[in-house]
């Protein structure tokens, strides 16, 4: 019986750090050898992913289970662009991924941008962008766009309420402040696709905690009930004994949030509402106000993230199932 080839560690570090994705110049650097590499392949233990770009990991990503499975897809799929283009350097997307940034879609594109804004010729689906100008951020070993020029680069291509929630998570999380996101909207500026972006900025939001409260919040406003205060701190009792409990979304309408609007529908006129104020203390006897409440049945990014009900006093108990 053959015996496994043992990996340098210098490739097992380069995988640990790139999602498991490694590229033939990191393999010949640290002595691993095409046939090498070949003999992995055949013994089932790395992936061909692309050209001269491997897998380590001998799982089929959709089959994987860890805790950050969405993200891992999409920072993996950064990787992979970077390492197929010699000198690439994430961009849009791939460059909020691996900022850490919430929000985006399930599946986002590949795309790199050569220094200088070289051109060069797509490969096997991975988008070479042609930016000239951007200023860029080191990640690790390698340049990424810096993520006011990548959220310039990416919104135009997102769907409504991913580019709200990506913009939403980078206030809440202090990645930009509010300059830093008028800063974000100059660079919009002469972009194609640009113009249905401008009205989103509007509906940022730095006090939603993760892109479900973005989703909710956006179905709340596309139906009508637009939410008076978010994170509003409350007590049970009245009398100030209570445990404190928040709610993420509090309105004193007595008309219910329907589905989640479509992407890009404009927000329709709103009721006429009492605003919920920091401390107002709720009563089983008022039946006019009512929380919202959501579930996330999977990723906070999924389909299921923005799945919402309202009801009266007391809320009903949601499950995760």
């Known amino acids: 019986m053959r015996q496994l080839s043992l990996i340098p560690s210098d490739v097992l570090a380069d995988a640990f750090h790139q999602e498991g994705i490694v590229s033939k110049a990191q393999c010949d650097a640290a002595g691993l050898g095409r046939q090498r590499v070949a003999r992995l392949i055949d013994q089932r ?172 919040r956006l179905s709340c406003i596309d139906n009508g009930v637009p939410p008076d205060a978010t994170q509003v701190v409350f007590t049970q009792d009245g009398g100030g004994g209570g445990a404190p409990s928040t709610a993420r979304l509090a309105s004193r309408s007595r008309r219910r949030a329907g589905p989640a609007g479509r992407a890009g529908r404009p927000p329709q006129p709103a009721p006429r509402v009492s605003p919920v104020r920091e401390g107002d203390q709720v009563s089983p006897a008022d039946p006019r106000r009512y929380l919202i409440a959501f579930s996330n049945r999977t990723d906070r990014n999924g389909p299921d993230s923005g799945r919402i009900g309202s009801a009266t006093w007391p809320p009903p108990r949601f499950s995760a199932g």
């Open 45 to 216: 233990r790395w992936r061909r992913v692309t050209t001269a770009v491997y897998d380590t990991d001998p799982v089929p990503p959709r089959l994987r289970r860890r805790d950050d499975f969405h993200d891992h897809l999409r920072r993996r799929t950064a990787w992979i662009a970077m390492l197929a283009v010699r000198h690439g350097i994430a961009v849009g997307a791939c460059s909020l991924a691996l900022h850490g940034v919430e929000g985006l879609p399930l599946t986002i594109l590949p795309e790199v941008a050569l220094p200088g804004g070289q051109r060069r010729q797509e490969r096997q689906g991975i988008v070479v962008r042609q930016y000239r100008d951007f200023a860029t951020s080191r990640l690790g070993r390698r340049e990424v766009a810096r993520i006011d020029h990548a959220l310039s680069q990416a919104l135009p291509g997102l769907p409504r309420d991913n580019a709200v929630a990506v913009m939403s998570n980078v206030l809440h999380r202090h990645l930009l402040d509010a300059e830093g996101l008028v800063r974000v909207h100059d660079l919009l500026r002469g972009r194609r696709d640009a113009e249905q972006v401008h009205p989103w900025f509007d509906l940022a939001d730095e006090h939603d905690e993760s892109p479900a409260e973005t989703f909710a």
